[in-house]
Nanobody, 126 residues
Framework: QVQLVESGGGLVQAGGSLRLSCAAS????????MGWFRQAPGKEREFVAA????????YVADSVKGRFTISRDNAKNTMYLQMINLKPEDTADYHC???????????????????WGKGTLVTVSS
């Protein structure tokens, strides 16, 4: 079992920045590719970014490319999502997830994830 807890969400004005964290406990953190998803009210859960177990490889959705950066610190069992130049359309619940070990970063589908955090709310005002 892996437990995931997100933090760092909040209210920010358009153009602002936030850094989300995902703290993991349980099995060996570095074994798992990890990712961020988001879900806005009335919309489906959307892939945001993924990172390999070692942290050497990342993949970011086109909708946030150039504005969001995913990273991880395996010594701290923590993954991060740095978000800059936030837009009102980035408003959503942000969830971290752990994927099966062999999951390619470009095929992170929410229904394939093994473990989920409960989410942290990001609200971007215009």
């Amino acid at each position: 079992q892996v437990q995931l807890v997100e933090s760092g969400g909040g209210l920010v004005q358009a153009g602002g920045s936030l850094r989300l964290s995902c703290a993991a406990s349980g099995r060996t953190f570095s074994d798992y590719p990890m990712g961020w998803f988001r879900q806005a009210p009335g919309k489906e859960r959307e892939f945001v970014a993924a990172i390999s177990g070692s942290g050497d490889s990342t993949y970011v959705a086109d909708s946030v490319k150039g504005r969001f950066t995913i990273s991880r610190d395996n010594a701290k069992n923590t993954m991060y999502l740095q978000m800059i130049n936030l837009k009102p359309e980035d408003t959503a619940d942000y969830h971290c997830a752990a994927a099966p070990k062999a999951t390619p970063l470009r095929t992170f589908y929410y229904y394939d994830m093994d473990y989920w955090g409960k989410g942290t709310l990001v609200t971007v005002s215009s």
